[in-house]
């Protein structure tokens, strides 16, 4: 993959991530809607906070892609190397994070709940329960270190190209299932692997295609068209007046996950027309600020809520723009909080995870 192609990647990671700060201000500005000629213009940008999805479908192709489809032969140090290298690559700034944010978000808290919530939180529970949470986007960063967690099976899997696809996507109904059922029981496992294992298998499948089958010779403008469909398609299956038609909570929970599924699928599609189109409509991927911000995505990721809940506060309790201009307020706090939170994510990029990892690839 040429390196103007990984910068597309990193591209759409950015956007991921800023779309995530996005809804995030949008939240706590109470859902703020904005009319013009009776049509709330701010519903269709919610998409935007389905950035996380997004980063589930990018994790996935980048699995299969730069770990699974290189491996010669699984072993236990195959493994062991991988989770070695993506806890050196997740562990330190997350840790860092997660300290800050509960010393400073959580003061009230006592040492010992302090340090349970943090060790609860290091090894990757705090998804089963919000009374685990230091604050409330550390969830995605618990579900994308349980799919590690299933890496031989998909490296197992590869091993046999020829049925690959079709024992994948058996695997992934599988799970999909499992995470209906227990969505069905409780919705708060909407934050769980089985329900979300999907968005990853998209991206397996798609890097997994894009490797197999390389350029593709269908109509690219056909193919755009059909992954903006499946993302509005999808996104739609998401949003309340749909899922609760009907009092089912299996209904709920098929309507969910399809929507998952569907949406996810669009991203996929999307994707890979990234990496593969050879029209000018995606150069835009390879705005260098763009690219640098994706590059410190994860950092951005996790400092963000923390950045995003101060600029909030400071302009509610001291600013009276948001008494004479809601809107005003709300994108200030937008652009205030992105400005913010690159230098900080910088820092934490170079320090906490680039250093860091480099020495653990030095010592091997």
């Avoid at 703020?32 to 389905?50: H, R």
């Avoid at 269908?218 to 998401?238: M, P, V």
């Amino acid at each position: 993959m040429s390196a103007n192609r990984l910068d597309r990647l990193d591209s759409w990671r950015a956007i991921c991530c800023l779309g995530v700060l996005w809804i995030h201000c949008w939240h706590l500005n109470a859902s703020l809607p904005i009319f013009i000629l009776g049509f709330n213009i701010v519903k269709p940008f919610s998409i935007l906070g389905n950035g996380v999805d997004f980063f589930f479908v990018i994790s996935g192709f980048c699995m299969y892609y730069f770990y699974i489809n290189k491996i010669n032969k699984p072993s236990l140090q195959v493994y062991k190397d991988f989770i070695l290298s993506r806890a050196y690559r997740i562990l330190p700034a997350y840790v860092v994070s997660l300290v800050v944010y509960t010393l400073i978000l959580n003061s009230n808290w006592s040492l010992v709940k302090i340090i349970g919530i943090i060790l609860a939180n290091i090894i990757f529970i705090q998804n089963f329960s919000s009374t685990l949470e230091v604050w409330s986007h550390f969830w995605s960063i618990a579900i994308e270190w349980h799919f590690y967690l299933i890496f031989p099976i998909i490296v197992y899997l590869n091993f046999n190209k020829l049925f690959f696809v079709r024992y994948f996507i058996a695997l992934t109904i599988a799970i999909s299932l499992f995470g209906i059922f227990i969505l069905s029981v409780y919705k708060p496992n909407d934050l769980q692997l089985p329900v979300r294992f999907v968005e990853f298998a998209m991206g397996i499948l798609m890097a997994y295609f894009y490797k197999s089958k390389g350029i593709s010779n269908a109509n690219k403008y056909f193919q755009l068209l059909s992954a903006f469909l499946l993302l509005f398609i999808g996104r739609l299956f998401n949003i309340d007046s749909i899922l609760n038609y009907s009092n089912s909570a299996i209904v709920y929970s098929i309507i969910k996950v399809s929507g998952y599924t569907i949406m996810t699928a669009g991203f996929a599609l999307l994707l890979y027309l990234t990496i593969d189109y050879g029209s000018n409509i995606f150069k835009f991927l390879e705005w260098k600020p763009l690219v640098f911000i994706g590059r410190i995505s994860y950092s951005f990721y996790l400092w963000h809520g923390i950045v995003v809940y101060y600029v909030w506060y400071y302009y509610t309790q001291h600013n009276q723009m948001l008494q004479i201009n809601l809107i005003a307020g709300w994108l200030m706090q937008f652009i205030i909080s992105v400005m913010i939170t690159i230098p900080i994510a910088y820092l934490s990029y170079y320090f906490l995870e680039k250093k860091i990892k480099y020495k653990w690839a030095e010592s091997k």
